[in-house]
């Protein structure tokens, strides 16, 4: 296992845990095996980025780990609820209520505004939003002179700092990143990667993020390595070289 960090005696808390969990699409010879009994625990506090060859299972992972997708075995949990013995209505109010998401996709609603479209979840779940924290939010990620703007009078940047705003705005237990910064210019990309490091370290958030690339996996605390439907490595306080050089093993 692979490690630059020195170890802490500190109990950490942990966000999410997977425990046995598999994964599989379809029966008989059609049958795809994209988790393999997978054991992964995920501290709070701290920014995991996801790693792996395309079909090794990290978006998998990461949607299972989150309630948007159900494992075929085994049990996830979110702080201590077990989300796998949920009903549908159960999982969505914890998705609502605990988890923020950052997907590639902005998912932006076009009519509102930048500050209408932050607001929006805890509208939905018929809260008020603390108006210091958001205002933290929104200066972290720079949108103060924005919020009045629709999203197609932003850039795509500026559309994704909105969109990590608002996963950010409800102070979740835990925020899932799904490539966001798939399409975004590099500029913009570590724009958004900066302030998620800076929700971790600041704000006291936990992030885990599915990437391809390692600039946006030296960001995180954690690299979690996966191959064939399993976690086969990690790396703490990852360089780019670091990641790239072990991406080339996994031959991706």
């Not at 989150?66 to 969505?92: F, H, N, V, Y």
């Amino acid at each position: 296992m692979t490690s630059t960090a020195t170890t802490s005696p500190a109990v950490t808390a942990i966000a999410a845990r997977a425990t046995g969990v598999t994964k599989a699409y379809g029966t008989g010879d059609a049958r795809v095996l994209a988790l393999d009994d997978v054991d992964v625990a995920i501290e709070a506090g701290r920014f995991t980025a996801i790693m792996g060859p395309s079909g090794s299972g990290k978006s998998t992972l990461l949607h299972v780990l989150a309630g948007l997708d159900r494992p075929s075995a085994g049990t996830i949990t979110i702080g201590d609820a077990d989300i796998t013995e949920m009903s549908d209505k159960q999982l969505t109010l914890l998705r609502r209520d605990r988890i923020g998401f950052i997907f590639q996709a902005f998912n932006l609603l076009p009519t509102l505004t930048a500050a209408e479209n932050i607001a929006l979840p805890s509208k939905i779940a018929g809260r008020q939003p603390d108006p210091l924290w958001v205002q933290s939010v929104v200066e972290t990620v720079g949108l103060g002179d924005r919020l009045s703007h629709r999203p197609s009078e932003l850039s795509g940047g500026q559309q994704q700092r909105v969109a990590a705003a608002r996963a950010l705005a409800g102070k979740p237990d835990i925020v899932f990143a799904d490539e966001p910064t798939g399409a975004l210019d590099s500029r913009s990309g570590e724009e958004l990667l900066r302030f998620l490091q800076h929700a971790v370290r600041e704000m006291n958030q936990t992030v885990v993020m599915v990437t391809h690339d390692p600039a946006a996996a030296a960001h995180a605390d954690r690299v979690l390595f996966l191959s064939d439907g399993d976690i086969v490595d990690e790396m703490h306080n990852p360089t780019s070289d670091e990641v790239l050089e072990y991406m080339k093993k996994l031959g991706a």
